[in-house]
C-alpha cells in the first residue's frame, strides 16, 4: 500500500518545490508513495478549514510543511493541528526558514508537534525518509535531516554520497502539471541551484551553486513558453549562471517567447550591449538590480560586493529599461543615516526612477543571527516576531522620524527621474533633493502620498500634480524659498517646466 504524503504550502499560486519533490518521489524514491499538495492561504494562522478537511478524510502518513518567513508561525500553528486530528501522522518541516541547524535544534526543543526538519534541499531527504517510514533507511544516513532521538536533538551532515540530478519536469507529457500550470499566470523556474555569494543576512546559499542541466533547461523554457504562461520568473540569484550561458538561454528564448514576460536577475558582472539586447529580443525584463547600500564599511561586514561599481552595466540597463528598480536595505550592519543618504544620493544619481527600500531581517541561521551582537555593535536589536529589524545602535528610535524622512523623500525624487526628458542633470540652479529634504515630515507625507500612485502611464499629469505639491508647499514656506533662493511658482508660470527642459538635479 502506498505511503500518503501531503505537501503544504503558501505560494497562492505555484511553488516550484512541490514539482521537485513530486519529480524526486516519483523518480527515485524505492517505496511507493501516494503525493499531494495544498496552497493554504495564511493571515497569521492557516485561512481556511482546508487542512482539517484533508487530514480528517484522505488521512496523510505524513505531512511536509514548506516554511518561508511569511508562512513560518502559522505553519507551526497548523502542524499543532495535525497532531491533534492524526496523532500518528508524521510532521515535517522543510524550506529556507528552517534550514540552519540552530533553527533546526531550536523548533524541536519547543514544538513536540514537530518530528522532522530537513534542512537544505529536500529532494533527496525526502526520498530517504519515505523509504525510512517504510523500514528501508536509517534515519542517521539521511543528509540535511534533523529529529529527536531519546538522548538528543540529532542533525545529520547536509553532504550526501551520491550527486543528486533532477530528471525532466516541465514537459508536455507531464499532464498534471500542464493542467495545475494553464489557468496560471505566474510560474516560477530556476537554470542554475543555490547562490555563489554568501551574504551575512541571507537564508537562501546552503546548497552550493551548479548549474541546471544545459538541454533540460532549454527544453522546459520552451515548454513554458509555449504554453503562453503570462510571467515566467527565473529566480536565479545569477541569471544562467555564466555569462555565456545566460546569453545561450536568452538566443533560445528570443526563439521559443512569443507572449510570456519574463522576469530575470541578470548578473552586472556578465552585462554587455549584446546581453542587453538578448533582453529585449528576448521578450525578457530585469526585475530589480540589488545595490542595497553604497557603504564601503557595511559592504564589507555584509560580504557583498560594491554593485554601484557597474557603472556601466546599470547605464545599459536603465538606457533600454528606466523603469528598473533598485534594491536596497536599511538598518544594515555597519551603516548609519549618513551612509543611509549617501546610498540614496548615488542611486539616484545612477538613474534610478523606482526604488525598493526594504527594512533589515535578521533570519534565524543566518551568520548575521548567530553573532548579531558583534555584528550591530554589542548593543540590543529590536526586531519583529518577523525578524525586522525595528531599531539598532546606528538605527535607534530616536532617528526612525528621520529615517522615514529619507526614504519618503527619496521615494519622491525618483519617480521625478524618470521624466528625465523634462529634466537637465548639467545645472543647479534648482536642486530638488535639497528642496525635498527640507520640507517637514507631514509635508512630505503628503507629496508621498501621490507619488505612491506614481502610474508611468499617466506620467505626464502625474508629474505635474506633484510639482504642483511641492511649490504649493514652498509656498507656505518662505523661509525655504528664501533659503533655497528659488522660485518653483515663477517656473511653473513661464511653463518651463512643461515647455522645456528645467534645471534640476538630483542630489540630496
Ligand atoms: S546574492 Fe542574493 S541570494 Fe545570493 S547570498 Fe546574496 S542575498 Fe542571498
Known sequence: MSMKFLFVHNWQGFSLAEWYLREAISSHCHVSVSFRSLDLPSCGIPANDFLPRIISTWKPDVVGFSCHYWSFFSFIEAASWVKHLSPEARVILGGPQVNSIDMAQSILSKYQDIDFIIRGSGEEPICRLMEGFAGKQRFEKIPGLSYRTPELIQHN???SASPWKRSLIFSQENKELTDQLSPLSEVSYETVHGCRSRCLYCVY???????VDDDMVQSELSYL???????IRICDSHFGGSKERAKKILRRLRKVNHRSSIKIYPDLMHM????????????????S?????TNRKSLKMIRRRAMHNYQEAIELILKEFPNVPVDLIVGLPGDNLEGLKQTFRDVLDMGFSTVNVFRL????GTPLAKDELTYFGGDAVVHTSHGQVLTSPAFPSGIQKEVADLIHALEIASPLVRTREYLSRSSSSLNLMDLISQFDSESLL???MSVASFNPA????RFDEVIEKIAKIIGDRPEIRNALKLDLDDQLQQNKIRGRPVNIITQI
Do not use: M
Open 225 to 231: 513558453c509555449n504554453l503562453g504562461i503570462q510571467h
Open 446 to 448: 503628503e507629496v508621498w
Open 458 to 461: 499617466n506620467l505626464r499629469r
Open 272 to 287: 554587455d550591449p549584446e546581453y542587453v539586447e538578448l533582453i529585449k529580443d528576448a521578450g525578457a525584463e530585469v526585475t
Open 289 to 293: 538590480i540589488g545595490i542595497q547600500t
Open 361 to 364: 531581517a535578521v533570519f534565524p
Open 157 to 159: 551532515s547536509s553532504s
Open 205 to 211: 546559499p546552503t546548497s552550493k551553486f551548479e548549474f
